[in-house]
């Protein structure tokens, strides 16, 4: 890389910003703040009023930023930019007026972030994506079993062949099973949080009897 490593100037806010938060989420607004004096974070924990709605104007900037950055052919910007997505998200939870537009927006780059290149990447979108079912519940429901669950078995009845052959417990250590295992994971979690039925249950029940589970 060169010394600007060449980012854009949206791409450096994004880092710059992940930098001094330390990757935590930033978030909530407007008429959706709770009037109470403190306030209560994604995570659960407690803060004063003026803070968690600075934090939270300033996670909606981030956020809104990264529906475009998330694509950025830097593979350490892209990781950043997923860890963001994923804790700010989980911040906002709570308020669903910023929360599902903002879901919406970035939803096209982060699919395509599925079929990345680098398996770390694509391991780290199965955990957003997961994130964000998580906290949006049934508004994920058609993305997902349009967009995601295709995919994941698809992958999975593919690896699953390829695996089959591999002997040694080299394998063991490698990306390519760091990323059959996140699938399975998250195609797990899918299931429970966009309640999966019907014929895309049936075959994610064969699918995962290739790998005896």
Known sequence: MTSSQGLSKGEWVVVVV???WGGDGVALGDSSIRKDRN??????????RNAYVKRYF??????????????????????????????????????????????????PPLVRRLKHQEEVVVVKAIEVVCGMAECSGDF?????????????LQYLERQAAVSAKVSGPAYLHTKALKL?????????????????????????????????L
């Open 58 to 107: 300033l996670e909606l900037k981030v956020l809104d930023k990264c529906v475009h950055i998330v694509s950025s052919r830097s593979l350490v910007v892209c990781l950043l930019v997923l860890d963001t997505i994923d804790e700010s998200v989980r911040f906002i939870r709570h308020h669903e007026n910023h929360l599902l537009p903002l879901i919406h927006k970035l939803w």
């Open 39 to 48: 306030c209560t974070t994604g995570s659960g924990s407690w803060e004063p």
């Open 18 to 20: 992940v930098v001094v």
């Open 140 to 152: 994920m429901r058609r993305r997902v079993e349009k967009d995601v669950l295709p995919w994941l």
């Open 180 to 212: 059959q295992l996140a699938a399975l994971h998250g195609l797990r979690r899918l299931c429970s949080q966009v309640e999966v039925g019907g014929t895309e249950l049936d075959r994610v029940c064969n699918t995962c009897t290739l790998y005896h």
